[in-house]
């Protein structure tokens, strides 16, 4: 069983940083597709970051030159740094990933992904 766990949400200022953390086991992280997304109270889940086993990466709009997604393989560990936060920012994240990685067409949509971690919270306050 893929087994993905977050860490490193909490508490922020505005204009303030975090760094998220995916801790993932169970199965050779450089054959998935990852993936970072958000969730507001009350709404779907939204694509913010990914990566793939060639390390091509894609963001959404909104978290462009702010967010850097990384991973290390050696570790099995999924990373997503956030610079100049706004309570914009302020959700539910989740990583997520897919088996093989060529199956994901659409890598910000989350019906891509079968695997998700238990999400971690950041608030940001103004």
């Known amino acids: 069983q893929v087994q993905l766990v977050e860490s490193g949400g909490g508490s922020v200022q505005a204009g303030g940083s975090l760094r998220l953390a995916c801790k993932a086991s169970g199965y050779s992280a450089t054959t998935y597709a990852i993936a970072w997304f958000r969730q507001y109270p009350g709404k779907g889940r939204e694509g913010v970051a990914s990566i793939n086993m060639d390390g091509s990466m894609k963001y959404a709009d909104s978290v462009k030159g702010r967010f850097t997604i990384s991973k290390d393989n050696a570790e099995h560990t999924l990373y997503l740094e956030m610079n100049s936060l706004s309570p914009q920012d302020a959700a539910t994240y989740y990583c997520?990933?897919?088996?093989?990685?060529?199956?994901?067409?659409?890598?910000?949509?989350?019906?891509?992904?079968?695997?998700w971690g238990q999400g971690t919270q950041v608030t940001v306050s103004s």
């Open positions: 997520a990933a897919e088996n093989p990685w060529i199956l994901v067409v659409t890598p910000l949509d989350p019906a891509s992904y079968t695997y």
